[in-house]
């Protein structure tokens, strides 16, 4: 383990972006990383909302029409090495909004993430459970930590 | 106190913050003009989460309608789909069995103590105040682990069904009991919270004053909930709601309409669903759960209203071939968003995101009837 990936594993920094679900995964994610009874910070892992700080990017929810730009925006933001986690339904294939059709069919979800920028791991789930939140950014840590 | 008049003329100096900003979890986006630090004029912009959920619901079986409605918020998630069922009987005169009405009580009630302490919690947090925001978060995995244990999932627990509740979500005695114990620990680490809170000086001078909503105001701007009752209105649509009849509770009100009155209003409502669970529990009448005895006929619109933790949610559609048309939905936050523009108003730029947080937004529920132009 080199300097950096040492120093980068004590300091990992997660930024949650919502893209427009129902605010279920958004605070079972912030749930997951603050509230004492999960409490990702004890394995250093921290709550963001500055792009330029962040590592991983959580995304929730379909990505609406106008969320659309502003995503693109935020992970163009983040230095490299990024790695981007689509947590819940919505996220990973449109969830209701897009695959519950009555007579109308919706217009405004752009989603799944995919779609929009590149996914390196998946959170399935609705709403996704905290722990299921940890195990999924866990997931990603030796990807984050073996780059360059 | 008399009213706080917007300055009409042109402030040159506009602080925005949004769409995604730490203080607040959902996107938004208000628009602070200022003079002196001090905020003249607050403009909040939703829109952004805009997925249609009325348009999808169009022609959609009820069911499967009532499932969606459930989507449209993940902190209320529960009311959405009870109010959703209750148009549907309403229209087709289905009859509920008693049992099912005392566990939709239950849940309507947990879901309210875990919307308000996410609200407290939420509130501390914007204070500065990571201890006590860290202890309502612990508080709230109690209710988290109880709706759970009810409802097989921590968000959305599809409690409701046409007819009563899905049979997964019945009672008996070893989670009564479960139900029980835990209401005691609540109760007990709620008096500790409100107890050190009372007790804190310095907090109570942050909050006191600050974002002050006035009772005459609050009625024009339509305000309701929580909110409303915090600024000295006692209206609580449960004491009119035939499902709350059995049950004795107390409509709290405060006198002030700020934060501190706010924050107090959601720690006192908390107690009164505590006692409403208790006497849930000792009273739950034997039986079964769900009523499946009805027929599907094509009815007028129906519409209902009930009170969920934010205030009035609204539910209206019509059934025609057992499809739903015509759906309307009118959340609370809709309402308030008014007293949160109004609420900044004469604060320091500081206390604005203090004053949006205390009057309880949620704009994913609210962004949904809003027509969106493409350019």
Known sequence: ??????????????????????????????NSILSPRFDAEQY?????????????????????????????????????????????????MGGVYKNCHGDIPSEEIEGPVENVIPVNAKIPGCAVRPQDVLAGVVSLLPTLLDAD | MDEKVPKSNII?????????????????????????????????TIGVNHRGIERIMEGLPVEKANALTEKICGICSNSHIWNSCRTAEMGLNIEIPERAEYIRVIMGELERLHSHFLYLAHGCEVLSHETFSMRVFYMREIVMELLAMIGGNRVQYGCSVLGGVRPRCDLDEAKLLRLKNDMDALEENLTGFVDRFMADSILLSRVTGIGVLPQKQAIKLAVTGPT????????????????????????????????????????????????????AIANIPEGKVVNRDWEMF??????????????????????????????????????????????????????????????????????????????
């Open chain 2, 12 to 44: 040159e100096t506009e602080i925005p913050m949004g769409t995604v900003h730490p203080a607040a979890l959902e996107p938004y986006r208000v628009r602070l003009f200022v003079e002196d630090e001090i905020v003249q004029e607050a403009e909040i």
């Open chain 1, 1 to 30: 383990m080199g300097i950096k990936s040492f120093s980068r594993a004590r300091a990992i920094h997660v930024m949650l972006v919502y893209t427009g679900g129902c605010n279920g995964c958004d605070i079972e994610i912030v």
């Open chain 1, 44 to 92: 250093k892992v921290f709550l963001t909302w500055n792009p330029r700080e962040a590592d991983v990017l959580v995304v929730t929810g379909p990505v609406t029409h106008l969320n659309r730009k502003p995503l693109e925006a935020i992970y163009e933001a983040i230095p490299n090495p990024k790695l981007v986690v689509a947590a819940g339904s919505c996220a990973l």
């Open chain 2, 298 to 375: 094509d009815t007028d619109i129906v519409q209902s209203y009930i009170e969920v933790p934010r205030g009035t949610l609204y539910h209206s559609y019509r059934l025609e071939g057992g499809r739903v048309r015509h759906s309307i939905i009118r959340t609370p936050s809709m309402a308030n968003i008014g007293a949160m523009q109004y609420a900044c108003i004469g604060d320091q730029i500081t206390d604005a995101q203090l004053c949006i947080v205390q009057c309880d937004p949620c704009f994913t529920c609210t962004d949904r009837a809003i027509e969106i132009i493409r350019r």
């Open chain 2, 228 to 279: 409303l009752r915090a600024t000295g209105v006692a209206r609580d649509l449960r004491t009119t709601m035939f499902e709350y009849d059995n049950f004795d509770f107390n409509v709290i009100t405060q006198p002030d309409g700020d934060v501190k009155s706010n924050l107090i209003m959601r720690a006192l409502e908390s107690f009164e669903s505590i006692k409403i669970i208790r006497q």
